[in-house]
């Protein structure tokens, strides 16, 4: 694409930020979202206690707002930054606060890198250990401008067991290997579910395809999180699993994800 031939550009930190952790998928509907979102508040809950901010550049279909039960135009600061909307201890920020709910989000690339560069660089995060980005689903020119924009520390793949969502995957990991972002691992969603009745497991999406394609790439699984309604349920009512049930299994996976990455 454009933006990879013209080589690296010099990337800027964003300031008072020292980690960037990207959460990233092929495909679109496999988890991201709620893997980006369980991941800031595991690494904000007690037992890490970092300072975690939480950024959605996917601008096409933000799901922050929702899932962190936020809404609302942010306030700029003196030097005419935008402040973050809080919940849960989490600074967020997304499209979803600059732009009306139902609004099409019909834009041209450049309009989508100019809210991307806004979502970059006119946001006052303060001081944070972490900052973790939604990214949008794919290999496209918002991931490489992100990826080359600021310094990352590291990007973390989300896949079902599913071949298709697999080859997704493998392409994105691939991308961010090509522009120098180190992969800390995989992410296997939904490789399991288990009935809540009789108890009996079935394998939905495929039994364990992403542990494969962490063996192709020489990957680690960093986590695998099952298919389960809790998960479904807390993230549609703006009450993500890690902060309204911290003492359930599926939470203590996504703690789990976050001890892989500090
Ligand atoms: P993406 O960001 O990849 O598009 P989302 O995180 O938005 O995916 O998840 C898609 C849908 O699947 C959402 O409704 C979400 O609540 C649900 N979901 C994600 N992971 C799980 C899981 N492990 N168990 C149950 N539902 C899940």
């Known amino acids: 694409s454009q933006i990879m031939s013209r080589g690296l550009p010099k990337q800027k930190p964003i300031e008072g930020v020292k980690q960037v952790i990207v959460v990233a998928s092929g495909k679109g509907g496999v988890g991201k979202s709620t893997t980006a979102v ?4 595991a690494l904000a809950a007690n037992e890490l206690s970092k300072a975690v901010g939480l950024l959605d550049v996917d601008v096409y279909g933000p799901s922050i707002p929702k899932m962190m039960n936020l809404k609302g135009n942010p306030e700029l600061s003196q030097s005419n930054l935008m402040r973050p909307l809080l919940n849960y201890g989490i600074a967020c920020m997304s499209m979803g606060f600059l732009v009306e709910e ?11 890198m100019s809210a991307i560069e806004k979502l970059l660089r006119q946001v006052d995060w303060g001081q944070l250990d972490y900052l973790v980005v939604d990214m949008p689903p794919g290999t496209g020119d ?8 600021i310094p990352i520390s590291g990007a973390v793949i989300v896949s079902t067991p599913q071949d298709i969502a697999l080859m997704d995957a493998h392409r994105g990991a691939e991308m961010f ?4 972002v180190p992969v800390l691992g995989l992410v296997q969603n939904m490789s399991v ?4 009745k009789c108890k009996h497991k079935t394998h ?10 962490a063996r192709t790439l020489d990957l680690d699984i960093l986590g695998d999180i099952p298919l389960h309604l809790n998960i479904r349920e807390a993230s549609d009512t703006g009450q993500p699993i890690v902060f309204s ?18």
């Open 193 to 196: 579910f288990q009935c809540p």
């Open 38 to 41: 369980n991941l800031a508040l």
């Open 102 to 112: 139902t609004a099409p989000l019909v834009w041209r690339g450049l309009m989508v």
């Open 204 to 213: 939905i999406f495929g039994a364990d395809g992403a542990r494969r394609l």
């Open 177 to 180: 290997r090509k522009v120098h």
């Open 142 to 149: 918002v991931q490489l401008s992100v990826s080359q924009n």
């Open 245 to 262: 049930q911290p003492e359930s299994d599926e939470a203590k996976a996504y703690l789990r994800i976050a001890t892989e990455v500090v």
